[in-house]
């Protein structure tokens, strides 16, 4: 089974900072990494697929990046709605998620 | 407008069973490969299975094996998850979910 580990699990950051969360996968998943957005007691909602498609009219601050292991989800300057917690999930191989990112602002 | 939505859950005693059942429309259903994903209170995003366009193929997280069923029917849009032997550990918000849609989630509490 693939693992993904995911970091870090608390960040603090200010308005418009530049934020980056991370995750890794115990293998190679190629390109298949989705990132979600969770917000306080709603279902999760999907930011990036396919480690760098932004999905249909999520705002372009939000990006992703990587290949094989590693891969990235920024946040180009950080907006008060952008408070929630954040998943990866890979789809190679079955799904897997992350264990999640709270992210709130300092 | 895409919606999926559960129904089914509630509370039920260790032991039992429960059957969810996932409503999609606003999309071609058939054309997404299906699951369910489950969040304990407070705790992370867990897949527990998924089901492929036809139905033909069915996968399971290893803490579901041989007690839980995926299902779908394509005529009536819908999925299904078909829950035996329930234990304690169950006890989540369980979401329909096809990567791009997901649905706002059912309760199940497992308890005496």
């Known amino acids: 089974d693939i693992q993904m580990t995911q970091s870090p699990s608390f960040l603090s950051a200010s308005v418009g900072d530049r934020v980056t969360i991370n995750c890794k996968a115990s293998?190679?998943?190629?390109?298949?990494l989705d990132w979600y957005q969770q917000k306080l007691g709603e279902a999760p909602k999907l930011l990036i697929y396919?480690?760098?498609s932004l999905h249909t009219g999520i705002p372009s601050r939000f990006s992703g990046s990587g290949s094989g292991t590693d891969f990235t989800l920024t946040i180009s300057s950080l907006q008060p709605e952008d408070v929630a917690t954040y998943f990866c999930?890979?789809?190679?191989?079955?799904?897997?998620f992350g264990g999640g990112t709270k992210l709130e602002l300092k | 407008e895409v919606q999926l939505v559960e129904s089914g859950g509630g509370l039920v005693q260790p032991g039992r069973s429960m059957k969810l059942s996932c409503a999609a429309s606003?999309?071609?259903?058939?054309?997404?490969?299906m699951a369910w994903v489950r969040q304990a209170p407070k705790k992370g995003l867990e897949w527990v299975a998924s089901?492929?366009?036809?139905?033909?193929?069915?996968y399971y997280g290893d803490s579901v094996k041989g007690r839980f069923t995926i299902s779908r029917d394509n005529a009536k849009s819908t999925l299904y998850l078909q829950m035996n032997s329930l234990r304690s550990e169950d006890t989540a918000t369980y979401y329909c979910?096809?990567?791009?849609?997901w649905g706002q989630g059912v309760m199940v509490t497992v308890s005496s």
């Open positions: 293998q190679n998943i190629n390109k298949y």
């Open positions: 089901i492929s366009y036809e139905g033909s193929s069915t």
């Open positions: 979910a096809s990567r791009p849609y």
């Open positions: 606003g999309f071609t259903f058939s054309d997404y490969y």
């Open positions: 999930l890979q789809h190679n191989s079955g799904w897997t």
């Open positions: 396919n480690t760098n």
